[in-house]
């Protein structure tokens, strides 16, 4: 089996063509309901914090009640409701609900303030808000802000100020045939938007991402093979897209989701997949560096039993080849695999993954369906080991972000290929390897800079592995590096400058400094805000600035 072809003439890389196992035409709903409905034993969802286990039919009956309910209130295919909760029994449910009904939810960060609900919400316009108890007094203010007077607000759990939506909507009637439940008819399922998602807000104030059912289904169809032992464990709520087509594609193929309201902890991810025997892990490379952080300071005889790993899956950053190694070493030989994953959200997930062929130093291959083309600032193809942005094409199409024509307009090329932002090539073997983020690369004394070069070598010489490179910009842009200071590191801030300038060319050089740190500045699934890093850097340095100066 070939899995990537170039066409030379019109340089274009094409992903396998593959027959859905779904289809792409139905609405996520029908789907849903149809897989579950095969298997009504089997343990489709566990809860590490209170050990409940939700069989298929149980997650069936539940998300029909959902459904049912919702249309009992009042609401209506095409209505939007908003999301903002960490990963408790009863989301999936609620998504699938909402799926069956046809009413796009807004999948929002649980740890949002006002204003940045404010700004989601002013978008969407959600008729529905559910939400936590820790969260709601937020939601309520950012509802006023908005003069959003009418927007309902459904708890997960209890409060004297909004209703509860076991009480409301888990709620079982007797008119209804869950046996022969027909979903809402979805016209057209890839022109109707099942999730509203945020940008990732990497290097800038995130967009509302409008994503259709048939983008889902496509992302479900062709992920990874899976098995009914499977379990599948990652810490980021449905904010996040790599989250949300997790929780799909595990329903779909009949894994069983592990799920947590806690946040990501080493000792914690350690302990869930011994308990439950896990066999696949998505977490970023952020995450990824603190695990082994704890791995490697453990004795064999206290090592964690990581046995069960099938694939770790990790990405959504640059990812070091010591990073890959490193980790590969606490999997089982010949049986788990690191596997690097690439995309973005306004495709509804991966377009490139390192799975079933894992090619050192590669990103991966392109992904079933998935064409791709690399072109310079003008626009030009180019062809093999030549660096440019990778663009995307896909059979079912991003619909664009809500009110925002300008963005709409920037994120397709002239030819209707999405542009991804991220630099990097394909080499002979049809491998794409990533260089950086388009927006993170700057130029100093003429040349560009990747972040991730300087990144890869404090990484490998030092055995750095939280921190951020970026251009300060002074006279020109100054290369600068945040560290959080290693546990047992010795080295000052002046002894890594120093090695950087012993190793690297001049224009690598840390004109700008390197600062020791407390803590990076992370999105909640653990991307690196770039865009803050760079302030703060500056600030740094213009205070070090001000300091030699009074000497």
């Known amino acids: 089996m070939e899995f990537v072809t170039f066409d030379s003439v019109n340089r274009v890389w094409k992903g396998p063509e593959i027959n859905s196992i779904f289809n792409p035409n139905a609405s996520l709903g029908e789907i849903i309901l149809s897989v579950l409905a095969k298997t009504p034993n089997h343990i489709t969802q566990i809860s590490y914090d209170t050990g409940q286990k939700i069989t298929c039919s149980e997650m069936r009956i539940n998300s029909i009640c959902v459904a049912e309910n919702l249309k009992k209130l009042g609401y209506k295919i095409g209505d939007r409701f908003a999301i903002l909760s960490r990963n408790n029994a009863d989301v999936a449910p609620i998504v699938y609900g909402c799926f069956i009904l046809g009413t796009p939810i807004h999948c929002l960060e649980p740890n949002f303030k006002s204003d940045d609900l404010a700004s989601m919400f002013k978008l969407s316009k959600p ?16 509802l006023e802000i908005c003069e959003l ?5 459904m708890l997960f759990g209890e409060s004297s100020k909004a209703e509860n939506i076991k009480k409301i909507l888990f709620t079982k009637s007797s008119n209804t045939n869950f046996d022969n439940y027909l979903p809402q008819l979805i016209p057209n399922p890839d022109q109707h938007p099942a999730a509203i998602l945020c940008s990732s807000g990497t290097t ?7 994503i259709s059912h048939s983008q889902l289904i496509g992302q479900i169809t062709s992920h990874w093979e899976a098995h009914y032992d499977d379990s599948y464990l990652l810490f980021t709520t449905i904010y996040w897209v790599s989250s949300l087509v997790k929780l799909i594609h595990a329903t779909a193929s009949g894994m069983t989701n592990i799920i947590t309201t806690e946040p990501f902890d080493p000792d914690r991810l350690c302990k869930i997949v011994e308990l439950y025997k896990v066999t696949t892990v ?3 490379p952020m995450y990824v560096a ?12 206290n090592l964690p039993d990581l046995s069960s790993i099938r694939l770790f899956i990790t990405g959504g950053a640059f990812v070091s080849n010591d990073l890959r190694i490193r980790l590969q070493k606490f999997l089982k030989p010949n049986y788990g695999q690191v596997v690097i994953g690439l995309g973005m959200t306004e495709i509804a997930g991966l377009a490139i993954m390192s799975y079933p062929i894992n090619k050192m130093g ?11 083309k690399i072109v310079d600032d003008d626009g030009n193809r180019l062809g093999y080991n030549e660096h440019g942005e990778i663009c995307y094409n896909y ?7 809500l009110s925002n024509d300008k963005a709409n307009k920037d994120i397709f090329d002239e030819e209707g290929w999405i542009r991804s932002g991220d630099i990097g090539y394909f080499d002979v073997d049809n491998q794409f390897h990533i260089i950086d983020r388009k927006k993170d690369i700057f130029k100093h004394m003429g040349h560009h800079i990747s972040p991730s070069e300087i990144e890869v070598f404090l990484q490998q010489k030092l055995g750095i592995m939280e921190f951020c490179v970026v251009g300060i910009e002074d006279l020109e842009d100054y290369p600068a590096a945040l560290i959080i200071k290693p546990n047992g590191f010795e080295m000052s801030e002046n002894n890594i400058i120093k090695i950087v300038e012993e190793n690297l060319p001049a224009y690598k050089h840390l004109k700008g400094g390197c600062y ?3 803590k990076l500045p992370l999105t909640p699934s653990g991307k690196i805000q770039r865009r803050i890093a760079k302030l703060l850097a500056k600030e740094l340095y213009e205070k070090r600035q001000k300091i030699e100066e009074k000497k």
């Not at 008729?127 to 950012?142: H, P, R, S, T, Y």
């Not at 007077?149 to 607000?153: C, F, G, R, S, V």
């Not at 800038?204 to 409008?210: E, I, L, R, T």
């Not at 603190?290 to 005889?301: G, S, V």
């Open 204 to 210: 800038g104030p995130s967009k509302a991402v409008c």
């Open 149 to 153: 007077h009418d927007t309902k607000i």
């Open 362 to 372: 590669a990103a991966g291959l392109l992904r079933p369906m998935f064409q791709a």
């Open 127 to 142: 008729k529905l808000v559910f939400c936590e108890e820790f969260n709601q007094d937020f939601v309520i203010k950012a």
């Open 290 to 301: 603190k695990l082994l952080e704890k791995l490697e300071n453990c004795t064999k005889q």
């Open 395 to 401: 059979p079912y199409k991003f619909l664009g972000y």
């Open 282 to 284: 998505m977490a970023p």
């Open 516 to 518: 020791f740190i407390e």
